[in-house]
């Protein structure tokens, strides 16, 4: 409980002194859908990734402490890896099965707090979903958890320069309504809810 609380603290104090400004002053962040976002029940939120911005700004913006999966060597940075775990962020081994990342995720969700997800699992150029993975939606079966489907607009061009000035894209992040987790965990199954992921995150960013 007192770890629970603390981190909850830190969460807080790092969303409103530094990522609220950010959001809010530098990038005129705008929220659309917010009545889509599931109150009661923890969720697995999945969106498209441009950004190494995208997660404080999504947590930020829906309001709640969502905890994303992050390179295994942003924790051994001394001040950041200290951050971003207080703040809920478990490690990955990108490029390896990790048995153990996938426990703490489903320990989250049977903690009732939510999870993110990259569904492509790694930075688009283009900020689109483009390859989407299916471990999104073995976690939403394994849990029986929604799965929200979100948009970061603008987040693969965050900052342009003309004549060495910078000028900052506004972003908006658009949340669909919930998806039902597949019925099996089958590969057409997971598909078939993996696709309809992508098609929906890709619609909402338009």
Partial sequence: MKNYI???????????????????????????????????DSFIMVS????LLDPPLLGHA????????AK????KIPVLGFIIKACGA??????IADKNTIKI?????INNNSIGIFIDGTRQKNGRVNRP????????????????????VNSNKLIK??????????????????IKPPQSSSKDHLNIVTMNLQDNINNLIG
């Fill in 161 to 178: 320069f003309k004549f060495c000035i910078p000028f900052f894209s506004k972003i908006i992040i658009k949340v669909g309504k919930p």
């Fill in 62 to 69: 829906l309001e709640r402490n969502i905890s994303f999966m």
């Fill in 105 to 109: 995720a489903c320990e989250k969700l």
């Fill in 90 to 95: 478990y490690p990955v081994k990108r490029g």
């Fill in 48 to 51: 498209n990734h441009g950004s």
């Fill in 6 to 40: 603390f981190q909850k603290l830190i969460y807080q104090l790092v969303s409103k002194l530094f990522v609220f400004p950010i959001y809010k002053f530098v990038f005129k962040g705008h929220l659309i859908g917010r009545e889509n976002i599931p109150q009661k």
């Fill in 133 to 152: 993975k299916q471990g999104a939606a073995l976690l939403a079966f394994k849990n029986q958890k929604l799965l929200l489907p979100v948009a970061i």
């Fill in 72 to 75: 295994a060597e942003l924790f």
